[in-house]
């Protein structure tokens, strides 16, 4: 499905109903209408976790989990599907150990990381409010950690983008 608006039928398209019967001017064609799609959310947004809207709050949580990732061997940098990307190893053998995803398919910022066998299930039964299974990647055993829930506990997420780097950089 486009990930952009439907665009307005062509102006010089007919029009069934614009004009009169004796081929008057046209009216203006119908102005674009929204793709229908609709964020799927299943999880609470920022509000119904309390967290503060304070201007510089996402942008200090993703410079603080970069400061994490850059701080791990042989670590890069790069969007990838829209939103950055941390990568272990060099070249063609690099591989993304943690991709941010700021709003991502919901109102959620959260980051999302391989995990160790058993940890994703493991984390999200502990704490549905801070961990999730994130699309596309959450059967590989990947786990999504929200950043948006106060306080965020960074010495854990240090933990889990670790072992996430280890992982992938095996």
Same mark, same amino acid.
């Given at each position: 499905?486009?990930?952009?608006?439907?665009?307005?039928?062509?102006?010089?398209?007919?029009?069934?109903?614009?004009?009169?019967?004796?081929?008057?001017?046209?009216?203006?064609?119908?102005?674009?209408?929204?793709?229908?799609?609709?964020?799927?959310?299943?999880?609470?947004?920022?509000?119904?976790?309390?967290?503060?809207?304070?201007? !510089? *709050?996402? %942008?200090?949580?993703?410079?603080?989990? =970069?400061?994490?990732?850059?701080?791990? @061997?042989? #670590?890069?940098? /790069?969007?990838?599907?829209?939103?950055?990307?941390?990568?272990?190893?060099?070249?063609?053998?690099?591989?993304?150990?943690?991709?941010?995803?700021?709003?991502?398919?919901?109102?959620?910022?959260?980051?999302?990381?391989?995990?160790?066998? !058993? *940890?994703? %299930?493991?984390?999200?039964?502990?704490? =549905?409010?801070?961990?999730?299974?994130? @699309?596309? #990647?959450?059967? /590989?055993?990947?786990?999504?950690?929200?950043?948006?829930?106060?306080?965020?506990?960074?010495?854990?997420?240090?933990?889990?983008?670790?072992?996430?780097?280890?992982?992938?950089?095996?």
């Amino acid at each position: 499905m486009p990930r952009h608006p439907r665009t307005a039928p062509s102006a010089t398209a007919p029009s069934a109903t614009a004009g009169s019967a004796a081929g008057g001017p046209s009216a203006a064609p119908p102005p674009a209408q929204p793709s229908p799609r609709k964020a799927h959310t299943t999880h609470a947004t920022h509000a119904d976790h309390g967290t503060a809207n304070a201007p !510089g *709050a996402s %942008e200090a949580a993703v410079e603080r989990l =970069r400061a994490l990732c850059l701080a791990l @061997p042989e #670590v890069s940098e /790069r969007v990838s599907h829209g939103e950055p990307t941390w990568f272990a190893g060099a070249g063609r053998r690099a591989r993304v150990f943690v991709m941010l995803a700021d709003h991502h398919h919901d109102d959620r910022l959260a980051f999302w990381c391989p995990a160790p066998a !058993g *940890a994703q %299930e493991f984390l999200i039964a502990e704490d =549905r409010d801070r961990f999730f299974r994130p @699309p596309y #990647v959450g059967h /590989r055993g990947w786990v999504g950690v929200y950043l948006d829930v106060p306080p965020v506990d960074w010495a854990r997420v240090q933990d889990l983008v670790a072992d996430a780097h280890a992982l992938v950089a095996g």
